[in-house]
């Protein structure tokens, strides 16, 4: 059984740097096929696609964000982490990572992790 825990600050202060972590258990993030996602969630919204991690460690990003995104990963913890420079109160949601298949669903969720950008 994969399990993914999101975790990094609940608040976040305008202009600053959001930072999460996901932590992977029960499965590899270099296995192949799989690709590791952030997707966020702000209040009364849908889902939104932030980016993505390959089990190779190549990175995607959604073209709306991708002037302030950053993901990496450190293989040796099994971990995957968001930067996401530049946060205004817009950037407040629920930020859950993901795991999926190429070509495929996402599978495995984190339970999400709730950020507020304010002063």
């Known amino acids: 059984q994969v399990q993914l825990q999101e975790s990094g600050p609940g608040l976040v202060k305008p202009s600053q740097t959001l930072s999460l972590t996901c932590t992977v258990s029960?499965?590899?993030?270099?296995?192949?096929?799989?690709?590791w996602s952030w997707i966020r969630q702000p209040p009364g919204k849908g889902l939104e696609w932030m980016g993505v991690?390959?089990?190779?460690?190549?990175?995607y990003y959604s073209p709306s964000l991708k002037s302030r995104t950053s993901i990496s990963r450190d293989t040796s913890k099994n971990q995957f982490s968001l930067q996401l420079s530049s946060v205004t109160p817009e950037d407040t949601a629920v930020y859950y990572c993901?795991?999926?298949?190429?070509?495929?669903?996402?599978?495995?969720w984190g339970q999400g992790t709730q950020v507020t950008v304010s002063s």
């Open positions: 029960g499965g590899s993030i270099t296995t192949s096929y799989y690709a």
């Open positions: 993901a795991r999926v298949y190429v070509h495929s669903d996402y599978d495995y």
């Open positions: 991690i390959a089990y190779d460690g190549s990175t």
